[in-house]
């Protein structure tokens, strides 16, 4: 007799464990989403910064776009960078590294449709005009990834509470049933 | 790469062909929207390619020159011309828009490109003129029309007298004469120069003379209206002069004012003519010092 009371008491404590331990993970899932959409606002975030350091080696130290390009510390300059080195002008090079810079893993990886058309009304018009044109091009850029940038932020924050909280949930949910 | 390279790689497949051709022959390549290619060499001849080339295949060769960077090169094509890596010059036409000193080129419609090419030793016959025995350096002035040599000849100068001991300073506005890249010199200007790379002539004369103490300065296509007093105060400052203007002779050089300062100002020892084929001296004259007068006699 002692012996089931015994198994029932350890069967309560190991279930209310569980039920712990279910709501803590299921927390932790919503936060790892949460995370993931974040990365957009990161990876835009180092293009803004890349993109003032592009435009002084640019239209201050007046360096030729490849290097002003290898100076920035972005991997998708870098890549640009890459393909100027073998001959090719920042607009072919750009649309050589666009495909795999997008795929899974790649620095792209995480960008959308709109971050995408900023970079791509850049790199066509890159180093094609003189210093003015190009100043104003390198602005014209900032500001756009600037709002995009601000825009994956509030976005993030939203996708942060949103996914917290729905994990919290279904971790709690999970828990009353397994109680 | 060499411009010749860059080039082949870059032209139409017939006209890199004709470049391939007359090989290191080659010493302007020249480039207009609509026409044929045409290829000059060594020899005096030119040579036309069959096909023309077309306005945008020209811009496309020009921005790949260019490394795709036209703003840094915007200053440079204002004033109708650019330098390539290995020091070889690509003067530019086209439209020009602005006034006076705020001219600038939006549109190109024909290159010249002009090879540059190394050719040690190729200064041997002006530098008794320099280096004379009695061991005391003379200022000498090159004089010739435009593709006979001067540059080659200015850097080769530079070469000898710095791996022969002497400090040389090179006022290199234009890029040319060392081909800098990120101040470094990518050609052989000797063990003892050192390059004031882009900067206009006066001030990088100036700059050298307080900074480096050069005992040498070497200064290409001087007959800017500031050239003559850096020249002058680098004289009086102990250093000797090598530098080279155009004029197809020297009586022609007295009628330019800005070289006549140069000449009448006892800033060079000497004066040499180049031509009629490039690194041929044509001439020398020796200046004579009358009471208050410049007189110039042929050696």
């Known amino acids: ?179 | 790469m060499g411009a010749l390279d860059r080039l082949k790689a870059l032209l139409p497949e017939e006209a890199a062909a004709l470049l391939a051709r007359h090989g290191a022959a080659v010493t302007q390549v020249r480039l207009r929207a609509g026409r044929p290619v045409q290829v000059e060499t060594d020899r005096g001849g030119s040579a036309l390619s069959a096909a023309s080339l077309e306005q945008a295949a020209l811009g496309g060769i020009l921005s790949a020159l260019m490394e795709y960077s036209v703003y840094a090169r915007q200053e440079e094509l204002d004033r109708g011309y650019f330098t390539l890596d290995d020091g070889s010059r690509v003067g530019v036409c086209g439209r020009m828009v602005g006034e006076d000193a705020r001219v600038r080129m939006t549109g190109i419609g024909s290159a010249c490109v002009r090879v540059a090419r190394p050719l040690a030793g190729c200064a041997d016959g002006i530098l008794p003129f320099i280096l004379p025995p009695d061991g005391r350096a003379r200022s000498v002035l090159l004089l010739s029309p435009p593709g006979m040599g001067k540059t080659t000849m200015l850097r080769d100068v530079a070469r000898q007298l710095s791996d022969g001991g002497l400090c040389v300073g090179i006022a290199d506005e234009r890029h040319e004469l060392a081909a800098c890249h990120m101040g470094v010199p990518t050609l052989d200007v000797g063990l003892r120069t050192d390059v004031m790379d882009g900067c206009p002539k006066a001030l990088a004369i100036a700059r050298m003379i307080r900074g480096m103490s050069p005992q040498v300065i070497v200064a290409d296509e001087i007959g800017g209206a500031d050239d003559a007093g850096a020249l002058a105060d680098a004289v009086r400052c102990g250093a000797v002069i090598v530098a080279s203007a155009h004029a197809h002779g020297l009586a022609a050089a007295l009628a330019r004012p800005n070289l006549r300062s140069v000449l009448d100002g006892g800033i060079v020892d000497a004066v040499a003519l180049l031509g009629p084929r490039p690194g041929l001296v044509q001439g020398v004259w020796h200046r004579q010092q009358g009471e208050g007068v410049t007189a110039w006699r042929r050696a």
């Open chain 1, 1 to 179: 007799m002692a012996q089931t009371t015994g198994r029932g008491g350890d069967s309560l404590e190991t279930r209310i464990a569980l039920a712990v331990c279910v709501v803590l993970g299921s927390t932790l899932c919503g936060k790892a989403a949460a995370d993931a959409t974040r990365r957009r606002y990161r990876v835009l975030a180092m293009l803004a910064e890349d993109l003032q350091t592009l435009r002084i080696h640019m239209t201050g130290m007046l360096q030729p776009v490849q290097c002003a390009l290898e100076s920035a510390g972005c991997p998708l300059m870098k890549r640009v960078a890459e393909g100027m080195r073998e001959g090719h002008s920042a607009a072919e090079a750009w649309q050589a590294a666009r495909g795999s810079a997008m795929r899974r893993g790649g620095p792209a990886d995480a960008l959308a449709a709109d971050d995408l058309a900023a970079l791509d009304a850049l790199f066509s018009q890159l180093g094609q005009s003189g210093r003015e044109e190009q100043e104003a091009l390198l602005g014209a850029t900032l500001e756009t990834v600037g709002r995009l940038r601000d825009g994956a932020l509030k976005k993030a924050g939203e996708a942060d509470r949103l996914y917290v909280s729905l994990g919290f949930l279904v971790g709690l949910m999970l828990a009353l049933i397994v109680i």
